[in-house]
């Protein structure tokens, strides 16, 4: 047999488009929508509840991360414990989620028992029953695990940095207190599940390989639920004046200094949001990156440095972020201040655009590999509100940003006297 000539590099193509299924859409009885991502050769589903009843929609802080996460401990025909055997024995998988945005309920099944799950999360939407010793168990585990996060760097860097972008009280700056947990009463939690879940809108999500009977199934037990026509409580949105803000927390047990810096951008709604994506991945979106090669790879100051474009629902926001040594953290910050400064004034060469795009429509495209994977990108475009063509078009997107795009992107948004510096640890 021919052995392969290990020298010469092996041939490749460069991927031009990626187009994903369409998304069927029903209108179950109470106004409910049904979106059905039909995808996959293996007959399993997941079926997802998604509330408007995230951070935004809450009176008290913790009210909606302790109702979702309540819905499994009892009803009025079942216990915690009874539930939890009941999703076993069919051989379910379930998560309660909570974010700023939403909240919700995911089971991963066989499209064959979906008429035994459907029943438990119809009453556990409708009939949870809020046990208050499950309350107490519930509250002694957040805050465990809150204790265990404020003694990392890298978690009060983080909560500092978001408080400071979007201020204390709003959705996406807020964090978790110790207070807020310790004060939160069933009362509240029972509220917000009344007004959000038991009575709210809510969307519905199925993808996998999905039959005309598991749909029929979903309109059985989801589409009788009442719905308020009563508005979600939505908190309004506050303004900060963040730019050029440097916030030291200083903690002098550690040997390591944790560092953010970033500035508020947008959405995907943005018309460049792609052009950005691009100028991102190039300073600090990938492992060659700009960020990496010099304060990583060259200066030896730190194990990994990386930059984000992150997109919520209706925000987004640059940051950059590392770990290193707190003798080298000024050293570490003038070093991206000295990049930053490099994008905006010298165009990138044509050798390094192309193998960042090509690196970007590649990481794209492997992150297509399983049915649920697809599914999570047309639930993003229905959640956000996006045109249905929107990931069709991101490689098409990505190739066509020049060297000029990111030369103006990184003078439009990368200045560092827009941003706000986070430091925990010492400089």
Do not use: W
Not at 286 to 291: E, K
Not at 321 to 346: A, N, R, S, Y
């Amino acid at each position: 047999m021919m052995q392969p000539d290990r020298s010469i590099a092996p041939d490749f193509k460069v991927i031009h488009s990626i187009h994903l299924p369409e998304t069927t859409t029903y209108t179950l009885e109470n106004g409910t929508p049904l979106h059905v991502i039909n995808i996959g050769e293996q007959p399993v589903v997941r079926l997802e509840c998604i509330f408007e009843g995230g951070n935004r929609n809450e009176e008290v802080p913790g009210a909606s991360l302790f109702a979702v996460k309540m819905l499994p401990e009892g009803t009025p025909d079942l216990s915690s414990a009874e539930i939890s055997e009941a999703f076993d024995r069919i051989g379910a998988f379930t998560d309660f989620s909570n974010s700023s945005d939403a909240s919700g309920i995911v089971v991963y099944c066989l499209s064959r028992v979906l008429p035994e799950v459907l029943p438990l999360v119809s009453d556990m939407m409708q009939q949870a029953t809020f046990p208050q010793k499950e309350m107490e168990d519930l509250r002694n585990i957040t805050l465990q695990n809150l204790r265990v996060n404020q003694e990392k760097t890298s978690y009060l860097a983080t909560v500092a940095f978001r408080k400071g972008l979007f201020g204390a009280n709003h959705p996406y700056g807020q964090s978790q207190t110790e207070a807020d947990i310790e004060s939160l009463t069933l009362e509240q939690v029972v509220k917000h599940f009344d007004r959000h879940i038991r009575n709210g809108a809510y969307t519905v999500v199925m993808a996998g390989k999905v039959s005309d009977a598991d749909v029929e199934v979903v309109k059985q037990y989801l589409g009788k639920n009442s719905i308020s026509a009563e508005p979600a409580l939505t908190r309004e949105d506050t303004t900060v004046d963040y730019a050029g803000q440097e916030v030291l927390i200083v903690k002098e047990d550690g040997l390591q200094s944790t560092i953010r810096m970033g500035r508020k951008l947008f959405t995907r709604h943005h018309p460049d949001y792609f052009k950005m994506l691009v100028t991102n991945e190039i300073l600090g979106g990938y492992f060659g990156s700009r960020l990496m090669k010099n304060i990583r790879e060259e200066k030896g100051l730190t194990y990994g440095i990386s930059s984000h474009l992150i997109t919520l629902r209706n925000a987004g926001y640059f940051m950059i972020g590392t770990d290193v040594k707190k003798e080298f953290t000024q050293q570490t910050i003038d070093e991206i201040k000295k990049e930053i400064h490099i994008l905006q004034t010298v165009p990138v060469g044509e050798d390094e655009l192309r193998t960042v795009k090509n690196f970007m429509a590649g990481e794209f495209a492997g992150s297509l590999n399983t049915a649920f994977d697809v599914a999570d990108r047309r639930k993003l475009l229905l959640m956000d509100g996006l045109p249905s063509d929107f990931f069709n078009h991101y490689i098409t997107q990505i190739h066509a940003t020049t060297s000029d795009d990111i030369l103006a992107m990184a003078n439009a948004y990368l200045n560092p006297e827009d941003m706000l510096e986070v430091v925990v640890g010492g400089k």
